[in-house]
């Protein structure tokens, strides 16, 4: 990876940190969990609505965290927004695989999008788990369940 790239990929990061993405309590929402990170004292809560036709309308995250637990939140929110259950499972569970392989290749930023940035995370593993805490807490949200909302 080249100065720049990194450099690149640092100023996406910080940029969703500054100003993230869908960072507001959502109400009302049907899918709700909270994650933790004990290694960084990442706290980040995320919320879901369907729409009634089976498919994920909204996704917010509230959270205190580092930077990279933010971003994540904030990238995550842009990026399973408008699918299925199933087609967010599968998205969770291909981006924590990709974020815990520090030997797969650099992401293609034109195709990935922001994610390619979080990728970079890769080569410090010891921030990986800030990286995926809000993946795992959309997933535990998903699996608990949808409980109703009354209009
Ligand atoms: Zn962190």
């Not at 994610?115 to 995926?132: E, H, N, W, Y």
Request: hydrophobic letters at 40%.
């Amino acid at each position: 990876m080249s100065v720049d790239l990194s450099d690149l990929y640092q100023e996406i990061i910080l940029g969703h940190n500054r100003r993230p993405r869908n960072e507001e309590v959502l109400e009302p929402s049907n899918y709700k969990a909270e994650g933790f990170n004990p290694l960084c004292g990442d706290r980040i809560t995320v919320y879901a609505r369907a729409d009634g036709a089976g498919r994920i309308e909204r996704v917010t995250f509230v959270g205190e965290g580092c930077a990279i637990s933010r971003a994540s939140a904030s990238i995550m929110t842009t990026q399973v927004q408008g699918r299925t259950i199933s087609e967010i499972s599968q998205r969770i569970s291909d981006v924590i695989a990709m974020l815990s392989q520090p030997d797969d290749p650099e992401m293609d930023l034109a195709v990935e999008g922001d994610l390619a940035a979080l990728a970079g995370v890769r080569k410090f593993p010891a921030r990986i788990k800030c990286a995926t805490l809000s993946w795992h807490a959309l997933r535990a949200a998903i699996e608990k369940g949808s409980d109703a909302i009354d209009d």
